[in-house]
T-cell receptor, first 113, second 114 residues
C-alpha cells in the first residue's frame, strides 16, 4: 500500500525566514510525485511534478527536490501570501487505478509579516 | 478557462435524505475522481472513473455511488447520508494523454449531515 507522510504538520515562519517541508513516501514504483498548494476553503492547486531522483523544479520562492525516499519543498524568503497548506501526493506504476494519487496529511504554513 | 465546477459549495442535510453533488469539467479529461478531506486524514479517494461508463471504487467507497454517463460530468450520490459522511468533498479531473498529468480540483463541497 502506498504511503505518504508529511512533516512538520504545521510551520510558523517570519517573513523572510527560509525553511523546508518534508514528504516521505513508500510506493512500489514511483510514476510521479506531486506538490499542491491549498488555501482555506479552496481546492488544491498544482505546483510541481517530479519524476525521478535528483530532479529539481522551481517556481518563484518555491523549490521542490526529490530523492528515492522523500521530497522537500524549500520556501526561500517567504512572504505572507505563501501562507497555505502544502500537500504532497504520489502516483504509482500500477495497472489498476493507474491514475490514483495518494496524498499526505499536508503541512500548514503560516508566514507572519 | 480550464476548470472543474462542483455544486453546491455548501450543503446541510438530515440523515437518510438522498443527495447528489454535481461535478463538471471543461477540459475533455478522461479521468475523474472524488475525494473527501478530513482533519488528520488528508485527502482520500472515494471513487474514480477512467472514462464514460467506467467507474471503480477508491479507498473509502462505502455509502457513496457515482455515475459517468457523459465525459464532462461525474456526480457523487449519497443514497442515505449519515453523520460520518460530514466532510469536505473535492472532485478532480486529469487527462490521459500524458500519464503523469496533474489533477485539476474543484472548489470543494462542504457537507454537513445532522
Amino acid at each position: 500500500e502506498d504511503q505518504v507522510t508529511q512533516s512538520p504538520e504545521a510551520l510558523r515562519l517570519q517573513e523572510g525566514e527560509s525553511s523546508s517541508l518534508n514528504c516521505s513516501y513508500t510506493v512500489s514504483g514511483l510514476r510521479g510525485l506531486f506538490w499542491y498548494r491549498q488555501d482555506p476553503g479552496k481546492g488544491p492547486e498544482f505546483l510541481f511534478t517530479l519524476y525521478s531522483a535528483g530532479e529539481e523544479k522551481e517556481k518563484e520562492r518555491l523549490k521542490a527536490t526529490l530523492t528515492k525516499k522523500e521530497s522537500f519543498l524549500h520556501i526561500t524568503a517567504p512572504k505572507p501570501e505563501d501562507s497555505a497548506t502544502y500537500l504532497c501526493a504520489v502516483q504509482a506504476y500500477r495497472a489498476a487505478a493507474g491514475n490514483k494519487l495518494t496524498f499526505g496529511g499536508g503541512t500548514r504554513v503560516l508566514v507572519k509579516p | 478557462e480550464a476548470q472543474v465546477t462542483q455544486n453546491p459549495r455548501y450543503l446541510i442535510t438530515v440523515t437518510g435524505k438522498k443527495l447528489t453533488v454535481t461535478c463538471s469539467q471543461n477540459m475533455n479529461h478522461e479521468y475523474m475522481s472524488w475525494y473527501r478531506q478530513d482533519p488528520g486524514l488528508g485527502l482520500r479517494q472515494i471513487y474514480y472513473s477512467m472514462n464514460v461508463e467506467v467507474t471503480d471504487k477508491g479507498d473509502v467507497p462505502e455509502g457513496y455511488k457515482v455515475s459517468r454517463k457523459e465525459k464532462r460530468n461525474f456526480p457523487l450520490i449519497l443514497e442515505s447520508p449519515s453523520p460520518n459522511q460530514t466532510s469536505l468533498y473535492f472532485c478532480a479531473s486529469r487527462g490521459q494523454g500524458h500519464l503523469n498529468t496533474e489533477a485539476f480540483f474543484g472548489q470543494g463541497t462542504r457537507l454537513t449531515v445532522v
